[in-house]
């Protein structure tokens, strides 16, 4: 969907951080669906789909993008789409490599996995074992499940797949 | 008005806002601190489905926080007070699999792309919901003496508020987990309530609305 004109606006949505995890950015995040400039490049209309229906970062979010782009922009406008509605399959490949480095497991399988099987996480984020069980399948936001490691018992978060 | 897998908007806003406050309840008070954050995750994810249907339906805040409980049009089990963990448990995997198949139906028969996208959303959310409260009865109903005990008053106090949900497709889907969680499912035919479409609640909603309203009305207007 990026365009050169635009690559400016999505240079900047770069820095906006998810407010629920800092390490991602809304980019990083796969939430970010267009982002186009005007030709006279005063103006910009970004397009935002949520990750969940309830999710409280949604708002903040569109604030914090909003809040970025007009150091830029003389106008912004940002849009809400809501279908297709988001998936993990989303996010970019560095953003699995950014959550690790977090200590909270990347989602994993795909989309093609039964509807209410969010994946299992390959290794603990903290020693890389393999032997992992679930403490719970909801954790300190809606994309994430709580987890331990029965090698290091350290607890983790993971980031389900949806 | 007989139970339909494609039921009023409203109904469908309504229920998801009700039961979203009825589990807000739970909070700092489920009997362990995961599933604490468990129902409140639910909770979320209901509240969210529900202001994505309001806002296609007119203004979220009025329509939430103005109307009187005649005005409100939610299946009557959502209103029902929380009970014990295993009535709200029950209760959440009966909503959860009513939802199972309105949302889907909401995706192909709705012609306002809003909608659709939240029942896009809502599908992947429910079938989650589904699956962590069909654990709960099973494991509750399929547990202890006291749990069974439990679990089969719950059963017995919701099942004649099943009539907003009751279709061959919702009892089908019901069953197995029932029979799996060694509770007796009470027959098909027993009598219902049933929401009648013109406002009838049960007694319990105006207290609800009274403490969901109460800051709304108190400061109209008023702004986070």
């Known amino acids: ?162 | 008005m007989s139970a339909t897998s494609d039921p009023d908007l409203l109904t469908v806003a309504d229920s998801c806002l009700v039961l979203s406050h009825r589990l807000s309840e739970w909070m700092s008070n489920a009997p362990t601190m995961e599933e604490d954050i468990a129902l409140g995750n639910i909770a979320l994810d209901l509240l969210g489905q529900a202001r994505g249907l309001l806002q296609v339906l007119g203004d979220e805040d009025e329509l939430a926080y103005l109307r009187g409980p005649q005005e409100f049009r939610n299946a009557l089990m959502c209103e029902l007070p929380n009970g014990d963990f295993a009535l709200t448990l029950l209760r959440l995997f009966f909503v959860s699999a009513w939802l199972e198949s309105v949302w889907p139906a909401l995706v192909t028969s709705s012609s306002a792309p809003d909608v659709r996208g939240v029942a896009e959303k809502a599908i992947k959310e429910n079938a989650y919901h589904l699956r962590h409260a069909s654990t709960w009865v099973i494991r509750l109903g399929d547990g202890t003496d006291e749990s069974h005990r439990r679990m089969t008053e719950a059963l017995d106090a919701l099942w004649p508020y099943r009539g907003d949900f009751a279709t061959s497709g919702w009892y089908d889907r019901i069953e197995p987990v029932l029979a799996t969680a060694t509770l007796t499912t009470p027959d098909r035919d027993a009598w219902t309530q049933r929401s009648s479409g013109d406002g009838w609640h049960t007694e319990h909603l105006g207290y609800l609305l009274a403490e969901m309203q109460s800051l709304a009305r108190a400061h109209p207007g008023a702004k986070w």
């Open chain 1, 1 to 162: 969907m990026t365009n050169s004109s635009s690559a400016r606006a999505w240079a900047l949505l770069e820095q906006v951080p998810d407010p629920e995890i800092p390490v991602l950015s809304v980019v990083d995040l796969g939430i970010v669906r267009d982002a186009v400039e005007s030709e006279d490049g005063h103006s910009v209309v970004v397009t935002l789909t949520p990750t969940y229906s309830g999710c409280p970062a949604t708002e903040v979010i569109a604030h914090d993008v909003r809040a970025t782009l007009e150091s830029s922009y003389d106008h912004v406008e940002v849009r809400t789409q809501l279908s297709p509605a988001w998936t993990t399959d989303w996010m970019r490949p560095e953003a699995r490599e950014k959550l690790h480095g977090h200590g909270i497991a990347p989602p994993e399988g795909r989309r093609s996995l039964p509807l209410v099987d969010v994946g299992t996480p390959a290794t603990c984020p903290r020693c890389g074992r393999r032997e992992v069980e679930e403490i719970a399948p909801f954790g300190s936001t809606p994309c994430k499940a709580l987890w331990r490691c029965t090698i290091c018992r350290e607890p983790f978060d993971y980031f389900k797949r949806h």
